[in-house]
């Protein structure tokens, strides 16, 4: 079963509207003004919160030109050494706690993925409120294991693994008293493809592992996000830059701060529209049901004449008797005369 999980003065569960995160992670490029100012279009934006990503590149790989520490895979960073790539991709430390004072000023939410366990006291000195478990970092159950001691909400990416990884996440999190967990659906491609999000994972993720469940979206545009709402993510997140234009390693695949405002806004229109599991009409649809079928008078009937389907009639609206009781009503006779497009009521039946 789902658990409610709470995160300073926001809920995370399927009775609470979605968690939306603004992922910063490279996108300021290495200035420190751009990082302000990234904030304060996301607060503007309407999201939830803020994720910073916590490492250096001495603490996420090792200062190495072998082969297997180049990037192979396609894509953006083709051709690149993984050290140099997040030499100039990582948020510098230093300004972590300014941009959490920033955030606190703003009335938005600001957390982080730490990429190892020197990042985890680094930024529980900051009071950072919850956690993201990147999705290469899943099999890292050192590090899981100090994020869930710390007691706080965790969220984990499953980009890269399989459902033995998954429980193995999971299990290393409750083993270190820690039930507070989001697992996002997630597609490790640059931007993802549509066919590659698979987002039916989303409601089997949260019935199979019994916690909320949500999306870490690579993809272009907000129409996986859009759907992933629609089929019960909890959270999204969703990378986030100013300008695309502006360059930098995650800036071809994020939201500029207009598009996020408007999936801001079509997640809540979405979640409207969702509602609740309920047959009762509203007071508006009771007013709009005497528009619904009844059986009507199709031609002058008089007393004692019976009924036939030439002088009553199913037609709208609804002010005469039941359309289910013209069975009965067949053949029975009038019990004084009536006029065209007279609704029939039973004292009009003998």
Same mark, same amino acid.
């Given at each position: 079963?789902?658990?409610?999980?709470?995160?300073?003065?926001?809920?995370?569960?399927?009775?609470?509207?979605?968690?939306?995160?603004?992922?910063?992670?490279?996108?300021?490029?290495?200035?420190?003004?751009?990082?302000?100012?990234?904030?304060?279009?996301?607060?503007?934006?309407?999201?939830?919160?803020?994720?910073?990503?916590?490492?250096?590149?001495?603490?996420?790989?090792?200062?190495? &030109?072998?082969?297997?520490?180049?990037?192979?895979?396609?894509?953006?960073?083709?051709?690149?050494?993984?050290?140099?790539?997040?030499?100039?991709?990582?948020?510098?430390?230093?300004?972590?706690?300014?941009?959490?004072?920033?955030?606190?000023?703003?009335?938005?939410?600001?957390?982080?993925?730490?990429?190892?366990?020197?990042?985890?006291?680094?930024?529980?000195?900051?009071?950072?409120?919850?956690?993201?478990?990147?999705?290469?970092?899943?099999?890292?159950?050192?590090?899981?294991?100090?994020?869930?001691?710390?007691?706080?909400?965790?969220?984990?990416?499953?980009?890269?693994?399989?459902?033995?990884?998954?429980?193995?996440?999971?299990?290393?999190?409750?083993?270190?008293?820690?039930?507070?967990?989001?697992?996002?659906?997630?597609?490790?491609?640059?931007?993802?493809?549509?066919?590659?999000?698979?987002?039916?994972?989303?409601?089997?993720?949260?019935?199979?592992?019994?916690?909320?469940?949500?999306?870490?979206?690579?993809?272009?545009?907000?129409?996986?996000?859009?759907?992933?709402?629609?089929?019960?993510?909890?959270?999204?997140?969703?990378?986030?830059?100013?300008?695309?234009?502006?360059?930098?390693?995650?800036?071809?695949?994020?939201?500029?701060?207009?598009?996020?405002?408007?999936?801001?806004? &079509?997640?809540?229109?979405?979640?409207?529209?969702?509602?609740?599991?309920?047959?009762?009409?509203?007071?508006?649809?009771?007013?709009?049901?005497?528009?619904?079928?009844?059986?009507?008078?199709?031609?002058?009937?008089?007393?004692?004449?019976?009924?036939?389907?030439?002088?009553?009639?199913?037609?709208?609206?609804?002010?005469?008797?039941?359309?289910?009781?013209?069975?009965?009503?067949?053949?029975?006779?009038?019990?004084?005369?009536?006029?065209?497009?007279?609704?029939?009521?039973?004292?009009?039946?003998?």
């Amino acid at each position: 079963m789902e658990r409610e999980i709470r995160i300073e003065n926001k809920f995370i569960g399927e009775k609470y509207p979605c968690f939306i995160v603004a992922e910063m992670s490279g996108n300021h490029n290495m200035d420190f003004e751009r990082a302000k100012e990234i904030i304060r279009a996301a607060a503007e934006a309407g999201v939830d919160a803020v994720k910073l990503q916590t490492y250096t590149a001495d603490t996420i790989t090792l200062n190495s &030109r072998q082969p297997c520490f180049y990037t192979t895979s396609g894509g953006l960073w083709e051709g690149q050494t993984l050290y140099s790539l997040y030499k100039k991709a990582y948020t510098p430390w230093e300004w972590q706690p300014k941009l959490k004072e920033l955030a606190d000023e703003l009335g938005i939410i600001l957390f982080s993925s730490p990429f190892d366990v020197t990042a985890v006291d680094f930024l529980e000195k900051m009071n950072v409120p919850a956690y993201k478990i990147a999705s290469f970092e899943i099999n890292d159950t050192q590090l899981l294991k100090k994020v869930a001691e710390t007691g706080k909400p965790i969220m984990i990416s499953t980009g890269i693994a399989d459902i033995a990884d998954i429980d193995l996440a999971v299990q290393t999190c409750k083993d270190a008293g820690n039930e507070q967990i989001v697992l996002l659906k997630c597609t490790s491609s640059y931007p993802a493809l549509y066919d590659e999000m698979n987002l039916a994972l989303i409601p089997n993720m949260k019935e199979t592992f019994g916690c909320s469940a949500g999306l870490s979206d690579h993809s272009l545009g907000d129409e996986v996000a859009l759907a992933a709402v629609a089929m019960g993510a909890s959270v999204v997140e969703k990378h986030f830059t100013l300008k695309r234009d502006d360059g930098g390693v995650d800036a071809d695949f994020s939201m500029e701060a207009e598009e996020m405002k408007d999936m801001v806004k &079509r997640i809540r229109n979405v979640e409207a529209a969702i509602g609740k599991v309920s047959y009762s009409l509203t007071e508006k649809q009771k007013r709009q049901k005497r528009f619904s079928r009844s059986l009507f008078v199709s031609k002058p009937v008089k007393k004692g004449e019976p009924f036939t389907a030439e002088n009553i009639r199913s037609v709208r609206p609804g002010n005469g008797l039941p359309v289910k009781y013209l069975e009965q009503i067949l053949g029975r006779k009038a019990s004084h005369d009536l006029a065209y497009a007279a609704p029939l009521t039973w004292e009009d039946i003998e």
